[in-house]
């Protein structure tokens, strides 16, 4: 019996626990939601939603916390959608278009689910509930209009397509609105924040004034006690700049952001770029040490269009210094090219929004965003967390070593804990994960040649020998301390234990042998 106990707990820490609650019957929460709407949106099946898909699960059962959201005979699951046949069938005659076999084609192909075989209860599972809401909302989208940008507009698109009977125009305002003050709630967190902004004429001064108006709220999401967060302005020129390096309150960030001069000329995007690179250049090196994020928020209206040298090279020069890039286009006159290039050709840094006026709503993205970007700590490297709201998470990402790597929690106040996995692209969270970090040292062993996991795309199966780890809070006013050490620490502890053991033993047979 212990060597089969001790076999199966040799077998868990070497293969994790390989949890995806995503694909479990009757699983909910924000955690849930959150790895199914990102697992749908990097299979780039289907267009930007704008944030709709999500939103929808938070209105139609709040993330399936609802207790009525598994109820007995309905197979609806976390987004209540009852309508499977509609995502099989969309001609007459119970036919199915050549653009509706595209999508199962490209389902079949990224996530390794064949879509007409699905069936009803299939929707209990988090993920199948999510992508049949996903393709009726594309395929509504096709014949109605493209997913507004609003909220209000997302509402009546909800009412009119989507949930037509029980609910009333204004529930998913309701409920949207609510996530809209979650995601731009102020949260901790280590990062170098740098936001780029188009002042050229294109932009109306109006418009230019409600895009600094988006910004001030979205600073507004970080802790200046531990992230910096800077401003540069450009038009032909780099026309105004706030350093990372001030004295400035969250209300005096804000307020030098909404009191900036707007330039109104052409569009020199490289210009701004590279001076963002120059202000990353003036920060201490402790932070490039620490593994701190750096992030780089370009927004823009239009084209780079004044100066021979483009946004691409300045892109990549921030790439070499360890700066990434996201790119923000607004209104109808982008090139989405040139927003691939900015961002590094990363989809998972491109954002667009329609025009100016729902920049403000659409703008939470970018913070959730930017939220979740990892921390790379160098191995033998230890930090402090400080995290004031439950629920609040940390983000970690670095290559285990070939003799594994441990990591070492300690809970100074309130309650920390965590979730790891190897995977690179996707984040862990109580819903994905291969491992869990609790108080005290969990080691994590160097990672397989390549995971493999049913039904999911495998592209987020890399081989590479990274590990991803998020630490949650789950008390208020939490704080604690980690070290990031090479091999099993475990191991030289119990090799310590048995040392200092054996050097008892032996002194106790000495002074016997002595006494005799």
């Known amino acids: 019996m212990y060597k089969v106990v001790l076999l199966f707990v040799l077998c868990t820490t070497v293969l994790g626990l390989h949890v995806d609650?995503?694909?479990?019957?009757?699983?909910?929460?924000?955690?849930?939601?959150?790895?199914?709407?990102?697992?749908?949106?990097?299979?780039?099946?289907?267009?930007?939603?704008?944030?709709?898909?999500?939103?929808?699960?938070?209105?139609?059962?709040?993330?399936?916390?609802?207790?009525?959201?598994?109820?007995?005979?309905?197979?609806?699951?976390?987004?209540?959608?009852?309508?499977?046949?509609?995502?099989?069938?969309?001609?007459?005659?119970?036919?199915?278009?050549?653009?509706?076999?595209?999508?199962?084609?490209?389902?079949?192909?990224?996530?390794?689910?064949?879509?007409?075989?699905?069936?009803?209860?299939?929707?209990?599972k988090p993920l199948y509930s999510g992508l049949a809401a996903r393709i009726y909302i594309d395929l509504t989208s096709q014949s109605r209009?493209?997913?507004?940008?609003?909220?209000?507009?997302?509402?009546?698109?909800?009412?009119?397509?989507?949930?037509?009977?029980?609910?009333?125009?204004?529930?998913?305002?309701?409920?949207?609105?609510?996530l809209l003050e979650r995601d731009m709630s102020t949260a901790g967190g280590k990062i170098d924040l740098m936001l780029v902004v188009d002042g050229s004429a294109s932009i109306t001064k109006p418009k230019f004034q409600s895009a600094l108006d988006s910004l001030a709220r979205l600073v507004n999401v970080f802790d200046l006690q531990e992230a910096n967060v800077g401003m540069v302005t450009y038009s032909t020129i780099v026309t105004s700049v706030i350093p990372f390096l001030h004295n400035l309150t969250m209300e005096g960030l804000q307020d030098a952001i909404n009191s900036t001069r707007y330039p109104g000329q052409q569009t020199n995007t490289y210009a701004g770029m590279m001076e963002a690179i120059n202000q990353?250049?003036?920060?201490?090196?402790?932070?490039?040490?620490?593994?701190?994020?750096?992030?780089?928020?370009?927004?823009?209206?239009g084209l780079h269009n004044q100066g021979d040298l483009k946004p691409v090279v300045a892109a990549k020069l921030a790439a070499m210094s360890g700066i990434i890039t996201c790119a923000f286009g607004i209104g109808d006159s982008i090139k989405v090219s040139e927003l691939r290039e900015i961002a590094n050709e990363d989809p998972d840094y491109i954002y667009t929004v329609q025009d100016y006026d729902t920049l403000r709503e659409q703008i939470a993205r970018m913070a959730r965003r930017a939220k979740t970007v990892p921390q790379t700590p160098k191995m033998g490297s230890e930090t402090s967390e400080t995290m004031k709201q439950v629920g609040e998470k940390r983000y970690y990402r670095f290559?285990?070593?070939?003799?594994?790597?441990?990591?070492?929690?300690?809970?100074?106040?309130?309650?920390?804990r965590g979730y790891w996995t190897y995977t690179s692209v996707e984040q862990p969270s109580s819903a994905f994960y291969d491992g869990v970090i609790n108080a005290g040292e969990t080691f994590i062993p160097p990672p397989p040649a390549r995971q493999v996991r049913q039904r999911?795309?495998?592209?987020?199966?890399?081989?590479?020998?990274?590990?991803m780890i998020a630490l949650e809070s789950f008390k208020v006013d939490s704080k604690a301390n980690v070290k990031i050490v090479q091999g099993d620490a475990r191991k030289s502890a119990a090799t310590k234990v048995d040392v200092a053991c054996f050097m008892l033993v032996a002194a106790f047979s000495f002074a016997v042998l002595a006494i005799h």
């Not at 987004?79 to 084609?105: C, E, G, M, V």
């Not at 250049?281 to 780089?296: A, F, K, Q, V, Y």
């Open 21 to 124: 609650r995503a694909l479990e019957p009757g699983t909910h929460g924000r955690d849930v939601v959150e790895t199914v709407v990102y697992r749908i949106h990097r299979s780039r099946v289907f267009p930007d939603d704008r944030d709709f898909l999500r939103r929808v699960a938070y209105t139609e059962s709040k993330f399936g916390d609802d207790p009525q959201t598994y109820r007995s005979g309905y197979h609806g699951g976390v987004w209540q959608f009852d309508r499977l046949k509609k995502t099989k069938y969309d001609d007459a005659n119970d036919a199915t278009s050549p653009y509706l076999r595209s999508i199962h084609a490209s389902i079949k192909n990224k996530m390794g689910i064949d879509w007409m075989q699905v069936k009803e209860e299939d929707l209990l």
């Open 456 to 467: 999911r795309d495998v592209s987020q199966d890399a081989p590479a020998n990274d590990v």
């Open 145 to 178: 209009g493209q997913i507004p940008d609003d909220i209000k507009g997302q509402d009546k698109f909800w009412k009119d397509w989507y949930h037509t009977q029980q609910g009333k125009y204004g529930d998913f305002e309701m409920r949207a609105k609510e």
């Open 280 to 301: 990353f250049g003036t920060l201490p090196n402790d932070r490039i040490e620490s593994g701190i994020p750096r992030l780089m928020v370009v927004l823009t209206d």
């Open 399 to 416: 290559a285990v070593p070939e003799n594994g790597t441990t990591i070492i929690l300690i809970n100074e106040k309130g309650e920390i």
